[in-house]
């Protein structure tokens, strides 16, 4: 089939990969207009529009996909189907209605299960011992359309979201593949979602990932692992903030109060409304990530210390 893929993170890349593989044509794709980043905020590329550039893809960058000069030229290619991987943002009926095969989606959760942008970081959060990918046909709803197909993966104790997402985007591009296939041939069967057990996974914000020590351990553990890499936990030390990696819960610790800080001689301990947790990574503004025992050395942790 005549493809023109739409997606903008690196986890989108898998699939391209398999895409340009696979024998279908890749006229072009769609992504995020280059945006700011870093502290000197320069414009950066989408890891979508980095990888089409290197193969001399053609890019299409609408700053919102109703733009007619967007439509029209999506009209000029004349694609089959449109796959769809972390696109961000919401795709208008008239843009829905170019492609003959309309535009397919791959989701990261079993769908009707958290439906919308943060599925990993929800179902982590949430501690779901299983979550998936679905391929779905994108319709004007938040992730309603019908599924073509499926497929399920363990939620590991320690995995972080950034570990799951990474399993289910290499699995889930052989499967957006096996779909462009199926419905190339004509094959492909759509089967409406159950209006049972909806969930929704809005975006995880900055504010979210706030770590709140009056919170069980096993609350803490699964909000960190949720928020990891990305928007990063992160809490207040002396007035400043500190990001933090993944943490472990400790059984059998000892007994201290929500935030309050005990150094140990190979561990950093937190307390917590229950047990304590054991630090892995702290990361100080402006500095390196580091061992938390390295860094409860350089701040010298005093036994009033503790974090907000």
Request: charged share 25%.
């Amino acid at each position: 089939m005549r493809l023109v893929f739409a997606g903008t993170p690196e986890v989108a890349l898998p699939s391209l990969d398999a895409i340009a593989k696979s024998g279908h044509e890749l006229l072009a794709v769609v992504t995020r207009p280059d945006a700011p980043s870093g502290r000197g905020r320069r414009m950066v590329r989408s890891h979508v529009a980095a990888w089409a550039d290197e193969r001399g893809i053609e890019v299409l960058t609408p700053a919102r996909p109703r733009e007619p000069e967007f439509l029209d030229r999506l009209r000029e290619l004349a694609p089959d189907c449109v796959p769809v991987v972390a696109y961000g943002a919401l795709v208008p009926q008239a843009a829905l209605d170019i492609p003959a095969q309309g535009w397919v989606n791959l989701h990261f959760s079993l769908l009707p299960a958290w439906r919308g942008a943060a599925p990993v970081q929800h179902s982590v959060w949430h501690g779901d011992e299983f979550t998936g990918a679905s391929v779905f046909q994108l319709e004007a709803g938040l992730d309603t359309g019908p599924v073509f197909g499926t497929l399920t993966e363990t939620i590991r104790p320690r995995d972080t979201s950034g570990d799951l997402l990474e399993r289910l985007a290499v699995d889930g591009a052989g499967l957006l593949v096996t779909v462009l296939d199926a419905i190339g041939a004509g094959a492909a069967r759509a089967v409406p979602q159950p209006a049972d057990g909806v969930t929704l996974a809005p975006k995880i914000t900055v504010e979210d990932a706030e770590v709140r020590w009056d919170e069980p351990a096993f609350a803490v553990d699964r909000r960190v692992r949720a928020t990891t890499p990305g928007p990063g936990a992160w809490t207040t030390f002396r007035g400043e903030r500190v990001k933090l990696g993944p943490v472990l819960p400790v059984a059998d610790g000892p007994a201290l109060k929500p935030g309050d800080l005990l150094v140990e001689k190979r561990r950093v301990l937190v307390g917590t409304a229950t047990g304590p947790v054991e630090l892995g990574e702290v990361r100080a503004a402006g500095k390196k990530p580091m061992s938390a025992v390295d860094w409860a050395r350089g701040v010298r942790v005093e036994g009033e210390d503790s974090f907000s």
